[in-house]
């Protein structure tokens, strides 16, 4: 069965600092990988999505790479900003019929 | 519509009583899901529906869940005779197909007291 880990559960950085958010899972048969935001009391809003054919995608201030090979994912944010603050959540596809299975997250802060 | 619409987004709901949550997903997805979010459970999985059929319903967690979707579109999944344990944030989400990018709703807050 599929385990995705996110290391760690929680990071405080100061504005302005880049935020690199890690994502591993143990089986690399996966179709697809996603990054999304939870903010408190909210869905969560898609972030990225990475093919399995893919090494990265990019999209303003973020950027997601995938090593299948290695079972990682990384989630790059640029000139972190307070607005930023929130829950990132990656979510691997493992079956045909594109059903997802969640990290735990990591709660990021940024301080002004 | 624009985007994943749950309802409602709030519900309370007596021990015993059956609860019916709507989810309206993004016009022309094929593909939708229900997940469950529960503390110290994180996001899990209940049921898959392409078209009107669902294939894949493994993770409905006992047959009191069930769950439908009609016109290709509106699904809704019911709860019967609710216990405490099934209190949580239940999220639905749409793909164009289910190996595109995952939309979800705002999601439904179920408190059962």
């Known amino acids: ?5 996110q290391i760690p559960a929680a990071l405080s950085v100061p504005e302005g600092e880049n935020l690199v958010l890690n994502c591993s899972f143990t089986d690399s048969a996966i179709y697809n990988l996603q990054w999304f935001r939870q903010d ?22 973020l950027n997601a790479s995938l090593d299948k090979s290695s079972g990682r994912s990384t989630l790059y944010i640029a000139a972190s900003q307070p607005g930023d603050s929130a829950t990132y959540l990656c979510a691997a596809s493992t079956d045909s019929w594109g059903k997802l299975q969640f990290g735990a997250g990591t709660q990021v802060v940024v301080t002004p | 519509g624009a985007g994943v619409s749950q309802s409602p987004s709030n519900k309370v709901t007596e021990k015993g009583k059956d609860v019916e949550l709507r989810c309206d997903p993004i016009s022309g997805h094929t593909a939708l899901y229900w997940y469950r979010q529960s503390l110290g459970q994180g996001l899990e999985f209940l049921i898959y529906f392409q078209g009107n059929s669902a294939p894949d319903k493994s993770g ?6 069930s769950a439908e979707r009609t016109g290709g579109s509106v699904s809704t999944l019911t709860i019967q005779r609710t216990q405490q344990e099934d209190s949580a944030v239940y999220l639905c989400a749409s793909r164009e197909d289910p190996g595109t990018e995952a939309f979800f709703g705002q999601g439904t807050r179920l408190t059962v007291v």
Do not use: H, N
Request: hydrophobic share 25%; proline share 6%; glycine share 10%.
């Open chain 1, 40 to 61: 408190p009391g909210k869905g969560l809003t898609s972030l990225l999505l990475i093919q399995s054919s893919q090494r990265e995608q990019t999209s303003g201030r």
């Open chain 2, 60 to 65: 409905l967690p006992s047959d009191r869940f």
């Open chain 1, 1 to 5: 069965k599929q385990e995705v880990t």
